[in-house]
């Protein structure tokens, strides 16, 4: 099983509407990032949290992070094309500040 | 400012060919990664590197071989290619293992 499980899969939305993607882990999360993958291009950054209760904002997106630093979402606000593409987080679970642990992925498509 | 650039972008190797992949940063990042990313799978580590001169292995080391001679290059080794190596390939580098990853656009290998 995933060590970060990501919900959901894959996301169709219209245009303008609001949307959240769930990162779900077991352990605690001591580093959580938020990126960006279109096809084909590598991982762009989005956010990084690292505290119980953070939240970041860039634009229309919103990430927080929950108290118990286990779970994260990622709020996009009147969706535009140019959100399409693929959503993954990742973190460090160990604590080891050393290396990082990929969600799978969450795909979005915004139909005009 | 490239950033992370990897060497090359596509190739096709047979069964049983070797191979190397370049992976080179030009932020004086002192962590550097080398992850697969397969469907269905998300973004898998295999080895990485926390300085010039060090390496350790990640989540699948198995069949490849890494170096860090200098700072701003890790390269990644295939001694002898199998199919079950198919995949892209994803270098990134930080700047200490809390910080954000930055990443190459990918390098997509086939073995036949």
């Known amino acids: 099983s995933q060590e970060l499980e990501q919900s959901p899969q894959s996301l169709i939305v219209q245009e303008g509407k609001n949307l959240t993607i769930n990162c779900t882990s077991s352990?605690?999360?001591?580093?959580l990032y938020w990126y960006k993958q279109k096809y084909g291009e590598g991982l762009i950054f989005l956010m990084m949290l690292q505290k119980g209760g953070e939240e970041k904002s860039h634009e229309k997106i919103t990430a927080k992070l929950d108290e118990k630093k286990q779970q994260s979402s990622l709020h996009i606000t009147a969706s535009q094309p140019s959100h399409a593409g693929i959503y993954l987080c990742g973190a460090d679970t160990s604590g080891g500040y050393q290396k990082v642990t990929f969600g799978t992925g969450t795909k979005l498509q915004v139909i005009p | 400012n490239a950033g992370v650039t990897q060497t090359p972008k596509f190739r096709v190797l047979k069964t049983g060919q070797s191979m190397t992949l370049l992976c080179a940063q030009d932020?004086?990042?002192?962590?550097m990664y080398w992850y697969r990313q397969d469907p269905g799978m998300g973004l898998r580590l295999i080895h990485y590197?926390?300085?010039?001169?060090?390496?350790a292995k990640g989540e699948v080391p198995d069949g490849y071989n890494v170096s860090r001679l200098k700072k701003q290059n890790f390269l990644l080794g295939l001694e002898s290619a199998a199919p079950s190596q198919t995949s892209v390939y994803f270098c990134a580098s930080s700047l200490q293992g809390d910080q954000p990853q930055h990443f190459g656009d990918g390098t997509r290998l086939s073995i036949l």
């Open positions: 352990k605690t999360l001591y580093g």
């Open positions: 932020m004086n990042h002192e962590y």
């Open positions: 590197s926390v300085g010039e001169g060090t390496t």
